[in-house]
């Protein structure tokens, strides 16, 4: 099973989407914890740009490194 076809890289690119946006998150969040003033400019940074290189790497490397199991 190759993960080479357009349904299954935008699949992996929703996915790395979510991981980032949930390192994003924890990113904005820690910020909060530690008093560190949040503005909005750089809640949305600390959200948009996680969530853009996860769906980059998530698309990168996941395709071709699935291996299928003939049988």
Do not use: Y
């Not at 989407?17 to 990113?27: C, E, H, M, R």
Request: glycine share 12%; aromatic share 2%; net charge positive.
């Amino acid at each position: 099973m190759s993960s080479s076809t357009p349904s299954a890289r935008r699949g992996d690119a929703v996915v790395g989407a979510l991981v980032g946006t949930a390192v994003g998150i924890l990113l904005v969040t820690a910020a909060g914890t530690f008093s560190i003033a949040v503005s909005g400019l750089f809640a949305v940074l600390a959200v948009t740009a996680p969530a853009l290189v996860g769906a980059v790497v998530g698309t990168a490397v996941t395709s071709g490194t699935t291996r299928s199991n003939p049988r």
